[in-house]
């Protein structure tokens, strides 16, 4: 419960047992936390030292559920591009679409972080500690972004302009990033999704190998869900999709990881 700042347990028949402390701040979708293999908790974090109060830690939970461990979460630096609202309520910030910046994911079978700054087709792993392990890369062609692109973006914006936010169509970019998100599976593999025409906007998969090879691209008969986050797993995928009634079903898809390598490339670092 991040509005709360909590954390609620519950017995596997769905009783629920007891409450403890979070370290949250305001609500994240989707929920960037979870346990890895070791059974060890992770939640986000507001972190501290971010000048501009929205940046992220993750924090590690021991085995009563107390606080004890903060990950850095890789942040994207420079000025942030973004629309703001400021009331008496606080403050509300909505991103700037088309805008590059860093996604990240928690690996929780080792544990360790992906992240990718998506203006470049680029990719790090790192430990937790901060070590960089490797990094993934690949060519892409940028794609521009049209006056018909702007102006379904700030349709998709409403919810933010209905609440009194403006929207500044010179802050759009000119120019769309490289990747527009990213999974990681059971077993380490990356299945990007790169920036592609509308037709076949998250349609597309790049799979990347556990050592960041690159073995091919998947075409899906589908889009992937972005929220809630699709699940890949032992050769499959979990996602949501929605009919023309707009009813949702989630979808089980063997994906058929392919076994070419071309193009991409990935070179491992040492620690530091």
Not at 29 to 56: E, I, K, M
Not at 223 to 238: E, M, T, V, Y
């Amino acid at each position: 419960d991040p509005a709360n700042n909590r954390i609620s347990v519950f017995d596997t028949a769905g009783t629920y047992v007891e409450g403890h402390r979070a370290l949250g701040g305001y609500v994240i979708t989707p929920w960037p936390g979870g346990f890895d293999d070791r059974g060890r908790f992770y939640n986000y974090g507001v972190d501290p030292a971010a000048s501009d109060g929205f940046g992220l830690v993750l924090v590690g939970y021991d085995e009563t559920l107390e606080p004890a461990d903060t990950i850095r979460i890789p942040q994207r630096t420079g000025e942030g591009n973004f629309f703001e609202l400021r009331s008496e309520r606080g403050r509300m910030r909505a991103g700037v679409p088309f805008s590059a910046g860093v996604t990240w994911r928690f690996v929780r079978c080792t544990p360790y972080i992906w992240f990718a700054h998506t203006g470049d087709y680029k990719l790090f792993q790192r430990t937790l500690e901060g070590d960089t392990l490797r990094v993934v890369s690949r060519e892409f062609e940028s794609l521009p972004v049209t006056g018909e692109d702007i102006d379904s973006a700030i349709v998709r914006l409403e919810w933010f302009t209905r609440q009194g936010g403006k929207i500044d169509r010179s802050k759009f970019p000119d120019n769309k990033p490289a990747i527009q998100n990213f999974y990681v599976d059971d077993v380490g593999r990356l299945f990007v999704v790169p920036v592609t025409t509308d037709e076949l906007s998250y349609r597309v998969l790049d799979v990347f190998d556990q050592a960041g090879r690159y073995l091919g691209r998947i075409d899906l008969p589908f889009n992937l869900s972005g929220n809630p986050r699709s699940i890949f797993r032992r050769g499959k995928l979990w996602t949501v999709i929605r009919d023309e009634l707009d009813v949702p079903y989630v979808v089980r898809a063997n994906l058929g990881i392919p076994g070419s390598t071309e193009r991409g490339r990935a070179r491992e670092l040492g620690g530091g």
